[in-house]
């Protein structure tokens, strides 16, 4: 029985004019299949098999096995015999220009706290060019044309040395691991595209991820309590939501929900800027579960109801394109839904000895411009920041534990809701006597040219000013001991935000800082 109150409370009046209106992202599970743009719609003709043939140079390195049993289709079965879909994929020779390796050095000066230089001196690397390339073909009933070739030219950059000497030493020492490493990388990421590519277009592939509704988070407005109760209740059905859930029984129970939050927009009679806001998020959060109910047609109906609030009309845009993206996916299989049992080949992955489960794969671009496929848990999101805890596959296409420094990766890309890149400042939330900025990986939160917004953990705000390379966290002793003030930093020109400063209007917490955020960039 739902324990709540949403009629009475819908009785009290909401001043905008008093009334706060920050909103929080409060993330929830979600788990469905996500389904083929081409599916093989008999059951028993969903079989495959892979070929993989390399030079001696990479085979020597990662075994033509070890980089076929990358590429699975999910909820098909491995069959060598006249498989139904035949993929091929060739490796060519790696190669390195000699005429390319080179020594580049640069100027290194340092100040000290007032900007006048200690001293400055020159460091030295190495850089060559290589190249390596493959080739995939994927014959398939559909006569689909899934063919293409990869090259990766690139110039490789070591680490930074004191002399000449060094780097010309550590090249000699090293240069067969770095070798095995472009290779590795190459591989990896080909293997990992091509897998991403026919299982996207033939697959049914079990999905965990999270997503998220927009909740009050102002405690004197009346309707912040009915919200986050209203987000218990959907946490508490999704949290219990697999991939081969009863999608009827998921309806019966956010149906309510959805019904709920759209009385709370249609109670709010007013035309601010804050109400409409309020409402815009109301609908936001009816469109969202209407589309993991699997219902596109209701979740474009309640975007539809964004737009004359001209506010969050990008989102608005966002949540209309993918309602219809589902909308066409459901009937191109011929389904109600997105919840299902997918068969698993049993002898392959008896054979394969691989049945780690993961939430769902991870991009990684590394400060060397490399791009990582890596699987991931979402629960690992959590610690993102200081590091991130990922798994790669070994030579022998064995998935294993990597944990790699936050200094070593450019961005890290989940799903559309969880995207964190590389940032410097100092996080008094892992360092509170810190005294110099350090790179650390946060997650995008508001971006624009002039002034954006991110979240170190969860919970640390960082804001960054246009060409300033360090940021400023909400966690530091002068946010603390002097909140108005270091506001005011950021609004530039903008003297309504000013005025609501100087009335304590904002709160040192994410949510409050988000909607200071946004009313600087619109100057509300």
Known sequence: MRLFF?????????????????????????????????????????????????????ESLISETAISNDIQIQGFTRQETAPVI????????????????????????EKDDDGNVIRSYYVFRYIFKYFITSHYHVDN??????????????????????NKKEAYAHYDVNKEEIKGELIYNFVEYTSYRLDDLVNATFGYRPYKTNSYLWILDSRKNPLTEPQKELFKEVKSVMNTVSHES??????????????????????????????????????????????????????????????????????AEDLTKSAHSLKNILAANMVESRRMVVPVDEVFNEVDR??????????????????????????????????????????????????LNASELKELVFDENNIYVQKEFISYK????????EKYLVRKEFETEELSMYTFQNDEVVFFIKNEEVGYSNKSYKFLMGFKDELKKFTGACTKVN???DKNYYKNNAASLRTFIEDVVYCE
């Open 141 to 162: 009933p559909l006569e689909l044309k899934l063919e293409n070739r990869m090259v990766r030219s690139e110039i490789y950059a070591s680490d930074w040395f004191l």
């Open 430 to 437: 892992n360092n509170p006597r810190a005294k110099s900025p």
């Open 499 to 501: 005025e609501l400063i």
């Open 246 to 315: 009863s999608i009827a029984n998921t309806r019966n129970s956010l149906m309510p929900i959805v019904k709920d939050f759209e009385k709370m927009a249609t109670g709010i009679t007013g035309d601010s800027r804050r109400e409409r806001k309020v409402k815009y998020a109301c609908y936001y959060n009816c469109s969202v579960l209407s589309y993991y109910m699997d219902m596109p047609d209701e979740a474009i109906e309640y975007a539809k109801m964004i737009f004359p609030l001209e506010y969050g009309e990008r989102d």
């Open 354 to 403: 691989n049945n780690n489960e993961f939430d769902s794969f991870a991009y990684l671009v590394t400060v060397r411009n490399d791009t990582l496929i890596a699987n991931m848990n979402y629960q690992d999101l959590e610690s993102v920041g200081v590091e991130a805890k990922v798994y790669l596959p070994d030579t022998n296409g064995n998935l294993k534990l990597n944990i």
């Open 6 to 58: 949403l009629p009475f409370i819908l009785l009290i009046s909401w001043k905008s004019s008093s009334q706060a209106a920050d909103l929080d992202k409060e993330y929830f599970p979600v788990a469905y299949v996500k389904l083929p743009s081409n599916p093989i719609l008999n059951e028993n003709e969903r079989t495959y098999n892979v070929l993989v043939n390399s030079e001696d140079d990479i």
């Open 86 to 109: 035949f993929i091929k994929l060739e490796f060519s020779d790696f190669f390195i220009d000699p005429a390319s390796f080179g020594i580049e050095d640069k100027e290194v000066v």
